[in-house]
T-cell receptor
Framework: EADIYQTPRYLVIGTGKKITLECSQT?????MYWYQQDPGMELHLIHY???????EKGDLSSESTVSRIRTEHFPLTLESARPSHTSQYLC????????????????FGAGTRLSVL | KNQVEQSPQSLIILEGKNCTLQ??????????LRWYKQDTGRGPVSLTI?????NTKSNGRYTATLDADTKQSSLHITASQLSDSASYIC?????????????FGRGTQLTVWP
């Protein structure tokens, strides 16, 4: 079982609200990622971080923002939620990339299922 | 275009039976291929990871194969159990960036009936 935690697990919220999805890992991994996944569809990378104070946008355009002030914490924020943001959000971390394959495995949290009414 | 295609989209088998899931990819340059298991409402969990030089890898009742020439992989599940019911996702990583870009398939939804 990977030591990466996401809260809340489920969130139902009204349009226009500001929300923050929490993600924490206790493995000391430098790389962290946020994915968006709709039912029956593939995961899409929306944000990633190489380490503290590093954040990059992923392949799928997202109105969300992220921050990486501490190694273990990678929260995702939506300033004004809309129904189009309804989806599952998965956080992941890995020890390194470009190095030994075994250390490039991404460990996923259980996800946050967001519903915006 | 780098893509990962999985088949079948869904599969129903009886408990105790074997099954094989397929993955075809066009990702280049290739670095490694992973199979993940995703239970409903949970995050994916890594089952196997194979590099270019590896053509088979096992993890208990799960055996993955890789043919880097034809760009195909399969995941064979032996003596299926009810707990095997999940989505199985094929993920391919390229060598084109420091990040080790991952390309995800849409998964095969496996249901094991008693």
């Amino acid at each position: 079982e990977a030591d990466i935690y996401q809260t809340p697990r489920y969130l139902v919220i009204g349009t226009g609200k500001k929300i923050t999805l929490e993600c924490s890992q206790t493995m000391g991994h430098d790389k962290m990622y946020w994915y968006q996944q709709d039912p029956g569809m593939e995961l899409h990378l929306i944000h990633y971080s190489y380490g503290v104070n590093s954040t990059e946008k992923g392949d799928l355009s997202s109105e969300s923002t992220v921050s990486r002030i501490r190694t273990e914490h990678f929260p995702l924020t939506l300033e004004s939620a809309r129904p189009s943001h309804t989806s599952q959000y998965l956080c992941a971390s890995s020890e390194t990339s470009g190095g030994p394959v075994a250390k490039n495995i991404q460990y996923f949290g259980a996800g946050t299922r967001l519903s915006v009414l | 275009k780098n893509q990962v295609e999985q088949s079948p989209q869904s599969l129903i088998i009886l408990e105790g039976k074997n099954c094989t899931l397929q993955c075809n990819y066009t990702v280049s340059p290739f670095s490694n291929l992973r199979w993940y298991k995703q239970d409903t409402g949970r995050g994916p969990v890594s089952l196997t990871i194979m590099t270019f030089s590896e053509n088979t890898k096992s993890n208990g009742r799960y055996t993955a194969t890789l043919d880097a020439d034809t760009k195909q992989s399969s995941l064979h599940i032996t003596a299926s159990q009810l707990s095997d019911s999940a989505s199985y996702i094929c993920v391919v990583s390229d060598r084109g960036s420091t990040l080790g870009r991952l390309y995800f398939g849409r998964g095969t939804q496996l249901t094991v009936w008693p």
